[in-house]
């Protein structure tokens, strides 16, 4: 048997790709009351990187609590001051997805299954942007 | 009768006088031999000298011899030749009384019968006169003669010197400083082989009076008590090493006791029993010792040790185990690296010990063991087979000074038991260890609780009591049907992802699928969450969470010792929608101890 740490904080690890003048965060591991603000900081320092939108990626994020949905609805209302768009890729059957569901997240973000169709919405947003 | 005839009386007397001096008395002087020959030829010559004048003066009367004031001068020269005489005397008066006073005489003569020695000491002339048995006594020659320091010097201890001393000159002199009353003293003498005797004398002044009103000597008798008080001395070495003993038992037993849980911790979902035996009444107290440790992330230790040797030592190193046991697996050490680390912490010269520590998962009933040379523990299955845990087995500890134990696994499934041991439950005079073993698994037949099994294996391996050995035994039962998962929990945030961590655990176990599992964590640790939330500020909040399944009943009930609000703007009551809108029921009960959410699902697939 492994040693074990008697009391682990909740881990959370944020990757940052840029790219077709978005920003995609993807996050691994929890989300929960223990860590939010910490991901808040972390997620916020790109959100002036971003030109279109900010895809967050939750495929392989374990778990998202209320907490991290309150990060996502504070997110989103910033992106919308700087008019760009929140694309949260959370595929069906996960436990973010179901979390988020519930919360009706699509009302404030949109929610796509992978993430390829989330960079599919951003290459839609800049070509409706050259055309005006 | 002629001037003449007076004069030649005179002289013919000195001339005696000198010639016995010189023939007898001069031999007898303490003087060197050159010394003795001169002063016999001293006197010798001096007697000659008035030999001559006695001739001369019945013969010859010579001219010189009737003058008057010749007659004067030979006068002097007698009244000096007496002079000196009687001064020579005197001084030899010490020389006739060299031998013991005859009163002395008589008594030492009687105090051989006794195996005493008598002495006298003459304190005007400073001389000690001792009999036979008293020279023997100091190891001294039996004519020594020495003066008081002499024989203080030489032959009493120097620590009892100012002692006898005392003693002495206080008696001394019924009319002088002393009170004259008989006096006694012990005191030690060291004799010229170093061998130390104790003598016991007792004394008094003699009343006998020297010429010319001299001052009265002292008579003592001395006994050799040194084999007397080193019998005495043999007996309070023995009361006071018995009275050591005593203490050091208490010591240890307070020691002990101290060490052992006062009582059982609560270790949900484990039901515990211990007994401790002390050895038979007369040994001293053992190093046994158990212990159970509740640790944060739910797992329960369980430990059972013995150390080797008795007394105090004993329990001192027992406490240095229990408390590195304890800090190293609260660090979240596993069971094998905490013996390791705990192997290195002894001192492998003087410190030996024999440990078993098992570690208990609830939510997965897992069971993992080290064993440190200590007896196998037994387990009794839920379907009643015994059997001994033999793995895990390694060295004891402090036998290697580094080696690395590894450990050994398998379940503890609910209606379970685990017994732990030392060797005194299983070690008797004349019966072979493998059929005391045999006897052991036969006892753990039955069922029941922990304390069952406690007392049916105590009452019989060791009907009479425990023998010369101390006995613990530690007895661990997982209740059947419960699949429950308590646990109690800081009431902190970075206490959720243990939570949840534990719950999928146990769900898993339970054959929760994961759907469901993941919507029973989340709803949980919702709930959780705003336990903390509330807590918020509180020292050492802490709050339970005690998940159970009965039937195709789940549910899960979260208990703060904080008043339930109704969450603020934090997330916009998600959380609380997140919980109505994943859990089957939510039910929220509050009270002034506290708020329980108890949060409920169907399992589809099972019978209610």
Partial sequence: MAPRRAARVTDAEVTVDRRDGGVVLSLAGEVDLANVDRVREQIEAEVANASWALILDLSILRYLDSAGVRLLFELSS??????????????????PRGVLTLVSIDRVARLTETLDEALERLRAMRREQSRT | MSQFAVMAALNGVIASAYLVMATYLAPRF??????????????????????ELLVHTLANQPAWMTSGHMFAIHGVQAAVDWGFILVAVRHLDIRFTRRMPRAAERLADALHLVSAGAWEWDPR????????????????DPDWQPSAAEFVERCVHPDDRGRLMRAVASRRDGGGEGDGRPGEVEYRVVRPDGEVRTLLTRF??????????????????????????????????????????DREQRIAETLQRSLLPARLPDAQPLELAARYLPARAGAEVGGDWYDV??????????????????????????????????????????????????????????????????LYEPETSRLSWVSAGHPPPLVRRADGTREFLEGGRSVPLGALGQTTYAAAEGTLEPGAMLLLYTDGLVERPGEPILAALERLREAARQNGSADALCEATVSALLPGGAGADDVAVLAA??????????????????????????LRRWLQAQGVERPLRERVTLCTSEAASNAVEHAYGL?????????????DALTVAIADGGRWREPRGRDGG????????????????????????????????RRA
């Fill in chain 2, 539 to 551: 020292e050492r909040a802490t709050f339970s969470v005690d998940a159970a399944v009965d039937g």
């Fill in chain 2, 204 to 245: 008094e002044p003699s009343p006998r009076r020297g010429r010319r009103g001299r001052r009265g000597t002292v008579v003592g008798a001395a006994q050799d008590v040194t084999e007397r008080r080193s019998a005495d001395d043999e007996r309070e070495r023995a009361r006071v090493a018995e009275e050591r003993a």
């Fill in chain 2, 30 to 51: 303490g003087l060197p031999a050159p010394a003795r020959i001169a002063a016999i030829a001293f006197f010798t010559a001096c007697g000659l000298t008035h030999v």
């Fill in chain 2, 125 to 140: 002339r400073d001389r000690l006169f001792v009999s036979a048995e008293f020279a023997e006594m100091c190891g001294a």
């Fill in chain 2, 477 to 502: 039962h997982v209740p059947a049907g419960t699949a429950r998962c308590r646990m109690r929990l800081p009431a902190e945030a970075a206490a959720l992802s243990d939570l949840r961590r534990r």
């Fill in chain 2, 293 to 358: 440790l509740p640790l944060p992330n739910g797992h329960v230790g369980l430990v059972m040790g013995d150390v080797v040797g008795r007394g105090i030592p004993a329990a001192a190193l027992v406490g240095k185990l229990r408390n590195g046991l304890r800090a190293y697996a609260y660090e979240g050490h596993s069971p094998a690296r905490t013996l390791d680390r705990l192997n290195r912490l002894l001192d492998g010269h003087t410190e030996m010990a024999t440990v078993l520590f098992a």
């Fill in chain 1, 78 to 95: 910033r992106l919308a001051e700087r008019r760009q768009e929140l694309i949260v890729v959370a595929p069906e059957g996960t436990s």
């Fill in chain 2, 574 to 605: 998600r959380g609380t929608l997140l919980m109505r809108a994943s859990a089957d029921s939510v039910d929220v009960a509050r009270s002034p101890e506290g708020t329980t959410v108890t949060l409920g699902w169907r399992l589809a697939g």
